[in-house]
Protein backbone atom coordinates (compact mmCIF):
# COMPACT_ATOMS: atom_id res chain seq x y z
CA UNK A 1 0.00 0.00 0.00
CA UNK A 2 2.73 2.30 -0.39
CA UNK A 3 1.95 3.97 -3.02
CA UNK A 4 -1.50 4.70 -1.43
CA UNK A 5 -0.19 6.18 1.32
CA UNK A 6 2.05 8.73 -0.28
CA UNK A 7 -0.40 9.50 -2.20
CA UNK A 8 -2.57 10.58 0.89
CA UNK A 9 -0.10 12.48 1.89
CA UNK A 10 0.66 14.80 -0.67
CA UNK A 11 -2.25 15.22 -1.40
CA UNK A 12 -4.21 15.71 2.00
CA UNK A 13 -3.61 19.76 2.16
CA UNK A 14 -5.19 19.64 -1.47
CA UNK A 15 -8.52 18.33 -0.20
CA UNK A 16 -11.73 20.18 0.84
CA UNK A 17 -11.39 20.65 4.60
CA UNK A 18 -14.58 18.03 5.60
CA UNK A 19 -12.76 15.63 3.40
CA UNK A 20 -8.94 16.43 4.78
CA UNK A 21 -10.82 16.20 8.39
CA UNK A 22 -11.73 12.57 7.60
CA UNK A 23 -8.04 11.81 6.24
CA UNK A 24 -6.78 13.13 9.46
CA UNK A 25 -9.67 11.69 11.93
CA UNK A 26 -8.68 8.20 10.60
CA UNK A 27 -4.88 8.72 11.10
CA UNK A 28 -5.93 9.02 14.61
CA UNK A 29 -8.33 5.75 14.55
CA UNK A 30 -5.27 3.70 13.49
CA UNK A 31 -2.87 5.50 15.55
CA UNK A 32 -5.76 4.56 18.60
CA UNK A 33 -5.60 1.08 17.36
CA UNK A 34 -1.78 0.77 18.31
CA UNK A 35 -2.98 2.33 21.98
CA UNK A 36 -5.17 -0.10 22.88
CA UNK A 37 -2.91 -2.61 22.04
CA UNK A 38 -0.28 -0.90 24.06
CA UNK A 39 -2.20 -1.17 26.87
CA UNK A 40 -3.35 -4.39 26.77
CA UNK A 41 0.68 -5.32 26.59
CA UNK A 42 1.05 -3.08 29.49
CA UNK A 43 -1.85 -4.77 31.40
CA UNK A 44 -0.73 -8.10 30.87
CA UNK A 45 2.58 -7.15 31.89
CA UNK A 46 4.70 -7.52 28.47
CA UNK A 47 5.32 -3.95 28.48
CA UNK A 48 6.31 -1.89 31.20
CA UNK A 49 4.14 0.63 32.39
CA UNK A 50 4.22 3.91 30.43
CA UNK A 51 2.14 7.35 31.16
CA UNK A 52 -0.50 8.24 29.57
CA UNK A 53 1.46 11.25 27.33
CA UNK A 54 4.23 8.34 26.94
CA UNK A 55 1.96 5.83 25.52
CA UNK A 56 0.16 8.43 22.99
CA UNK A 57 3.76 9.24 21.59
CA UNK A 58 4.86 5.27 20.85
CA UNK A 59 1.75 4.85 19.63
CA UNK A 60 2.23 7.68 17.34
CA UNK A 61 6.11 6.73 16.29
CA UNK A 62 4.70 3.18 15.42
CA UNK A 63 2.29 4.89 13.02
CA UNK A 64 5.19 6.80 11.20
CA UNK A 65 7.73 3.89 11.41
CA UNK A 66 5.39 1.91 9.52
CA UNK A 67 5.32 5.12 7.04
CA UNK A 68 8.73 5.30 6.53
CA UNK A 69 8.89 2.52 4.52
CA UNK A 70 7.08 4.47 1.80
CA UNK A 71 8.98 7.49 2.37
CA UNK A 72 12.26 6.11 2.57
CA UNK A 73 12.15 2.81 0.33
CA UNK A 74 14.17 4.43 -2.12
CA UNK A 75 17.27 3.17 0.10
CA UNK A 76 15.39 0.75 2.53
CA UNK A 77 14.43 -1.62 -0.46
CA UNK A 78 18.39 -1.87 -1.36
CA UNK A 79 19.09 -2.33 2.33
CA UNK A 80 16.85 -4.91 4.08
CA UNK A 81 13.74 -6.97 3.24
CA UNK A 82 10.25 -5.50 4.01
CA UNK A 83 10.35 -8.33 6.49
CA UNK A 84 14.02 -7.48 8.23
CA UNK A 85 12.42 -3.85 8.37
CA UNK A 86 9.15 -4.77 10.80
CA UNK A 87 11.66 -6.43 12.11
CA UNK A 88 13.94 -4.05 13.44
CA UNK A 89 11.55 -1.30 13.72
CA UNK A 90 9.59 -3.58 16.28
CA UNK A 91 12.75 -4.39 18.70
CA UNK A 92 13.31 -0.67 18.10
CA UNK A 93 9.80 0.39 19.67
CA UNK A 94 10.13 -2.38 21.73
CA UNK A 95 13.40 -1.63 23.22
CA UNK A 96 12.84 2.48 23.43
CA UNK A 97 9.15 2.08 25.80
CA UNK A 98 11.75 -0.02 28.28
Known sequence: MSDHI???YQETQSLPPQWRKKVLENEVRITGIFMEVLE???????LPHLSERSMELVAHNISVLGHMWTFRRWFLARHY?????IELQTEFILG???
Do not use: K, T
Open 6 to 8: LLI
Open 40 to 46: RLISSGE
Open 81 to 85: SIEDY
Open 96 to 98: ISR
